[in-house]
């Protein structure tokens, strides 16, 4: 069972079977009052994140997955070139390119901008969300 | 507590620069819900269609017989010539997307019905649905690079061609659709002649200075462009257009870097020899609009020449106010709108004026677009401030 929430009291909904998103996957979601919602797994470890970027309310989780990137610097300074780090995977709002990372759902570079989480609960093949 | 609703997977999962445009913008709906902007009048004032899907017929349109023969001579024997023949167009533009990141911007390459119409007409009428905007200026993409061709001559022929084509195969598919033509530039009487070929057409709105960097905009041979276009009433826009090429982005190593910066020095450049050398005076009715610059930059530019000016007064003898008044006189688009610190932001809109001289646009389908509701959300604005920006000083600046 994977448990990720600090909103437990809120209500459970049941949102899509496990077999629905894959490892490194995602499924997005419309339910049924406006709300969309992404999940995402990562690791084994389930995420869920409104369908609604904080920079122009663009549909960040129908976005692409691509990992985060690092700039490698050497001693003194210099760089090394870039590279990407598969233990940070983003998700890459489609509107203007807004990276938040797939783990906590925080821009990659200011974390303080962030999509909405929810909790997530998986159970017996069902994956539920707290709403 | 375990409730259930009704959860459906999104048809579209990931957007690609396959997906529809109206999927793209689904979200663009939520602001036209939540601020009714269904009944506010929408003047989109920059915004793009990609004439590469119809180089093929632009080429036909070039008037000189060697130089088409040359693009199509080009088109069926070079690989990928099919889009691109004759064009100024750049590798390191191709690093707008992001990498893919941001898709709409590669391309739009969602299918559409056959109608015999140029798919763009389709497209942007897509894009208009999705944001609400009642009326919007199109403007080419790679075309407005063409100030930055190296060959004058192919340049001049090229926007003369592309010009007659959007006319005829664009502007009369739908009367929402308008443009600013962009002037032949480098051939002033080319430019003459271009105003007053269209001048009288109902859907060109105004003339456009496109990416020139090399030219200096205060130069006696197109003094006759500007007394045309204020005798007609017509406003001459400057479109910025970003290069690697200037000195100083030549240095830099990130598309972002070029981004920031490229766009902003070409509008600055134009608009200080525009001051300077009087040309508000000269010619106290000519509309103008400095467009894709953001507006960071002007309260920068406000303080900055005012400051020289009044040391210097004897080198811009013409003037008869402070630079910034002369400023405050002209119109502005608003994207890409800088919202990262309202204060700033909003001493920005004092300095210029904004609720008088800012026009919205979209740029769509650009990777830094702002929709409509961009404009509606900023705290600061009175109602009425906000439908000037959105459509009412548009509808003054373009008799609409
Ligand atoms: S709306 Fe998501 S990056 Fe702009």
């Known amino acids: 069972m994977t448990v990720n929430t600090e909103k437990s009291r809120e209500a459970w909904t049941l949102v899509a079977r496990s077999d629905d998103v894959a490892e490194g996957g995602r499924q997005v979601i419309e339910l049924g009052n406006d709300v969309q919602i992404g999940l995402f797994r990562f690791k084994g470890k389930l995420y869920a994140y409104e369908n609604l970027c904080p920079h122009q309310s663009g549909p960040a989780c129908q976005g692409r997955m691509v990992d985060g990137v690092r700039e490698r610097i050497e001693e003194g300074g210099r760089s090394a070139g870039l590279a990407f780090d598969k233990d940070d995977p983003h998700i890459v709002c489609p509107w203007h390119g807004f990276e938040y990372r797939l783990t906590t759902g925080e821009h990659a570079g200011v974390p303080s901008i962030r999509l909405r989480g929810f909790g997530v609960r998986e159970e017996g093949g069902d994956i539920h969300v707290a709403l | 507590m375990t409730t259930t609703h009704q959860p459906k997977p999104l048809p579209t999962q990931e957007i690609t620069t396959r997906t529809h445009t109206a999927d793209i913008l689904a979200n663009a709906r939520r602001d036209t819900d939540r601020y009714g902007l269904d009944k506010v009048f929408i003047c989109d004032v920059d915004s793009h269609h990609a004439e590469l899907n119809s180089w093929k017929d632009i080429i036909s349109y070039v008037e000189d017989p060697v130089l088409r023969d040359i693009a199509q001579q080009m088109m069926i024997h070079r690989p990928q010539a099919g889009q691109l023949a004759l064009s100024n167009y750049k590798a390191g533009l191709a690093l707008q997307d992001a990498g893919a990141r941001i898709p709409h911007q ?295």
């Not at chain 2, 456009?208 to 500007?226: C, D, F, I, K, W």
């Not at chain 2, 508000?280 to 953001?294: D, N, Y």
Request: proline share 7%; net charge negative; hydrophobic share 40%.
């Open chain 2, 106 to 400: 590669s391309g739009l390459a969602e299918s559409v019905p056959d109608t015999g119409d140029a798919r763009d007409v389709e497209l942007v009428r897509r894009a208009m649905d999705a944001m609400s905007i009642d009326v919007q200026v199109v403007f080419p993409q790679p075309m407005l690079e063409i100030g930055l061709h190296p060959e004058k001559g192919i340049a001049v022929q090229l926007m003369k061609a592309y010009n007659r084509w959007f006319v005829e195969n664009v502007l009369p598919k739908d009367p929402r659709i308008k443009t600013m033509l962009g002037l032949p530039f480098e051939d002033p009487q080319a430019s003459l002649e271009t105003i007053r070929e269209f001048g009288d057409h109902p859907d060109v709105l105004g003339f456009l200075v496109t990416s020139q960097r090399h030219a200096g905009v205060h130069r006696n041979e197109y003094m006759p462009l500007y007394a045309e276009l204020e005798e007609r009433g017509l406003p001459i826009g400057f479109h910025a257009g970003p290069t690697w090429e200037d000195s100083m982005t030549s240095t830099m190593n990130r598309f972002l870097s070029v981004h920031a910066m490229s766009f902003v020095t070409c509008n600055m450049t134009h608009l200080t020899n525009w001051i300077v050398n009087g040309i508000p005076e000269r010619f106290p009715r000519l509309k103008t609009i400095w467009i894709e610059s953001g507006l960071a930059w002007l309260p920068f530019m406000m303080q900055r020449l005012d400051h020289e000016y009044l040391m210097r007064q004897s080198e811009a003898p013409l003037l008869r106010r402070l630079p910034s008044d002369y400023m405050r006189q002209m119109y502005y688009t608003s994207q890409p709108i800088e919202i990262t610190d309202m204060a700033l932001l909003e001493s920005t809109f004092n300095a210029m004026n904004a609720k008088d001289t800012l026009l919205y646009s979209s740029d769509w389908p650009h990777w830094d677009f702002d929709v409509p509701g961009r404009i509606m959300g900023i705290p600061f604005l009175d109602e009425q401030a906000k439908l000037n920006i959105l459509g009412g000083n548009a509808r003054k600046v373009f008799d609409l």
